[in-house]
């Protein structure tokens, strides 16, 4: 999938975002959604993969 540097911009635009907010909020965010998220912001997967590795991640957290 290739996406266009202004998308990758915007997309780490919208992470950094979300992140401040998160640690704003005193949640730790897990190295490994981090990993999935800079694989979305380069174009690697799409938001539906995204959005399914996220939801698989935090299942998985939750379990521990």
């Not at 005193?26 to 690697?44: L, R, V």
Request: contains cysteine; aromatic residues 4%.
């Amino acid at each position: 999938m290739t996406i266009t540097e202004a998308e990758s911009k915007e997309r780490l635009q919208a992470w950094e975002y979300a992140k401040a907010s998160c640690q704003l909020e005193n949640c730790p965010i897990p190295a490994e959604t981090d990993a999935i998220i800079q694989k979305h912001i380069a174009g690697e997967i799409s938001a539906e993969e995204l959005d399914d590795l996220i939801m698989g991640s935090l299942f998985d957290h939750a379990v521990d």
